[in-house]
Each structure stands twice: as structure tokens, then as C-alpha cells.
């Protein structure tokens, strides 16, 4: 019997490659960029499962182009890159890896929150360029992360964790979230629920973003939420680029309306070469990799393949978006 086709779009842990070649056909994209769109087309035409990543867009016109097509494993938690309404309708069960970065993530939020408040990249290349001369009391001065206060916006698994390491520091955290958690999370967390964003904003020295992308939080912070900030506040976003208004971003930083950013997302990814706010020494900026540690990827490549292999054999995914496709089944 034949073994079911399937694509998967980027070299991921070898033991999860080799986990899936042992039970399908596998073809996998082995380049660091993502597979052009018009070759992406082409490779789905006979798969049965596709592994993509949140760079893959998996709409309409794909899913035409892949009448086989069972299931869609995700290597993401997000999966703003699907049409899994589409999906749905279509009979294709969609599968995402939840949970197991949100450790990572909050880590590398911190990182960014550090990093900024205390301008370690900017030090980093002061030192590179010879300026260090000798030790003074007024070279580089930022701005102490203890005892104050954090404000997250968004406060899910992630935010949670961002919470539990801000305790460490002594801050006082402020949450904003769609829906507001339970009094036992409040409690553990030391949490102050704040219904009003532009309040939050206004109150806090640190803003972290942990929010979905939704049509509604779509440049959710823009010019006039930065207006309420202080001068002195720090913005980070290890969420979605989109998230963010990045011109009124600009705007705010080079005026000094804000302090300082750290973005691990852009609005745009790759950030264009030309983009003004890498003009800025007051931003910090990485390429997508709050999630990158050895262990989480590969965690998160297992979780992918589980999902892709289950949907194969007609079952449930351990993680899968739209289940609805099974009860129509």
C-alpha cells in the first residue's frame, strides 16, 4: 500500500524528519527561506498532509491546488496564516503546537524587557567601537526593571508566565485582557485587573504584548495609545508585528515620546534593510525568536508531527484547531 504524500515546508529536528519519513512519502523544502509560492503551489498538488509554518500562506487558492489534502500541521501556536474556516468547510483538519513555548517565550520577554530598560545592545556596540574610555557616571544610563511597573496586555498562558517573572523582580503588574481571570490567578500571580487599555498604558513603566492577532487587536497600540505612555516607559512585543502600529512606533521613539522598544515581531518579516526604526539606538530588534531554544523546537516539531500523522490516519490531532471536522466525518 502506498504511503500518504506529504510536503513539509522547512528543515525542522531531524528525529521528528525522520519520525514522519518512516510512515509517508515526505518531501521536505530543505532551504532556509520559505518556499516561493508559486513552487509551494506545485508541491501540494498530490499531498495528503502539508507541515507548514506560520511564513506558508494556507488560503483558498492552496487548498484548491490540493484536492488530496487531509490535514495541515502548523509548527506554531498561532495560526493567523490559514483559513481554517476554509478548512473547515473543506473537510481539512488543522493542527498547531500550543503550550509547549510558553516557558521560552516568556523567557525571551524578559530578555527583550532587560535588555532594553538597561540598553545592553547599545552598550554592547558602544564597546565594540572603542567609545569605552574609562568609567563614568553619566555613560549609558537606564532605567531599573525592580520595583516597577509592568503592565501586560494580553494575559494569557504566556502573559501568566511573564507575571510569575516579573514577582521576581518586585514589580507590580497590571493585566488587560478580553476576558478577566480568575481571582485564584489574580491572587497567585499578583495581578491588578485593569479593564481600561488606555489606563494601563498610562500607569505602567514596562508594556508587554501577548495578545492573538484579531481583526480587532490589529495595530491595537498606534499613535494614540502611545500618547498615553510615559516618557519614560518601555514597550515590548513578542506577540505579532501587526500588533503594533511600527510607523507610529517610529514616531514615538524618535520624538522621545517613548523610551525604548524591544520587538521580537515586525510588521513586515523579514524588517526591511531601509526601515527607519533600524535607524534607532533605542530599539531592539530579533528575528522571530522567542520560542528558539534547542529543546522548544524540537518539542514543538514532535507536536507538529504527531498532528500531521494523526490526521493522516483519519484521527483526531493531539492539538487540532478546527475538530469540528472529525464530528462532520
Known amino acids: 500500500m502506498a504511503k500518504p504524500k506529504v510536503f513539509v515546508t522547512r528543515r525542522i529536528a531531524q528525529e521528528t524528519l ?5 510512515s509517508t512519502d515526505m518531501e521536505l523544502w530543505d532551504n532556509e527561506l520559505p518556499p516561493p509560492r508559486d513552487v509551494l503551489l506545485n508541491k501540494v498538488q498530490t499531498v495528503e498532509g502539508l507541515l507548514s509554518l506560520l511564513t506558508d500562506k494556507i488560503d483558498a487558492e492552496l ?50 524587557l532587560l535588555a532594553a530598560a538597561r540598553r545592553l545592545v547599545e552598550a554592547d556596540r558602544y564597546t565594540r567601537a572603542g567609545n569605552w574610555k574609562t568609567w563614568g ?13 509592568l503592565g501586560i496586555v494580553g494575559c494569557g498562558r504566556i502573559g501568566l508566565e511573564v507575571a510569575k517573572r516579573a514577582r521576581g523582580f518586585d514589580m507590580k503588574v497590571l493585566y488587560h485582557n478580553r476576558v478577566r481571570r480568575k481571582q485564584a490567578d489574580e491572587k497567585a500571580f499578583g495581578l491588578e485587573y485593569v479593564p481600561d487599555l488606555s489606563e494601563l498604558l498610562s500607569r505602567a513603566d514596562f508594556v508587554t504584548i501577548h ?31 501587526t500588533i503594533v502600529d511600527q510607523k507610529a512606533l517610529y514616531q514615538a521613539l524618535k520624538s522621545g515620546q517613548i523610551l ?9 518579516e523579514p524588517i526591511s534593510l531601509d526601515d527607519p526604526l533600524l535607524a534607532l539606538d533605542n530599539v531592539i530588534i530579533a528575528p522571530h ?22 490526521g493522516l490516519q483519519r484521527k483526531l490531532p493531539p492539538n487540532c ?6 464530528r462532520r466525518r
Not at 139 to 149: F, P
Not at 321 to 326: I, L, W
Request: hydrophobic content about 50%; overall charge negative.
Open 18 to 22: 525522520n519520525m514522519i519519513a518512516s
Open 63 to 112: 487548498m484548491n491546488a490540493a484536492p488530496e489534502l487531509k490535514i495541515v500541521s502548523n509548527l506554531a501556536v498561532g495560526y493567523d496564516n490559514i483559513d481554517v474556516t476554509e478548512a473547515t468547510k473543506r473537510g481539512i483538519l488543522v493542527g498547531n503546537t500550543p503550550g509547549v513555548l510558553t516557558e521560552t517565550t516568556a523567557d525571551f520577554t524578559f530578555a527583550l
Open 289 to 310: 525568536i522567542a520560542s528558539a531554544s534547542v529543546v522548544t523546537r524540537t518539542k514543538m516539531a514532535m507536536m507538529a508531527a504527531e498532528n500531521l500523522l494523526a
Open 211 to 241: 495578545a492573538a492577532l484579531t481583526p480587532e487587536t490589529h495595530h491595537l497600540i498606534s499613535t494614540a495609545e502611545l500618547a498615553k505612555m510615559k516618557p519614560t516607559a518601555i514597550l515590548i512585543n513578542a506577540s505579532r508585528g
Open 321 to 326: 484547531v478546527n475538530p469540528d471536522v472529525m
Open 137 to 149: 557616571p553619566m555613560v549609558l544610563l537606564g532605567q531599573d526593571v525592580h520595583h516597577a511597573t
Open 260 to 268: 525604548g522598544a524591544g520587538l521580537d515581531v515586525t510588521e513586515v
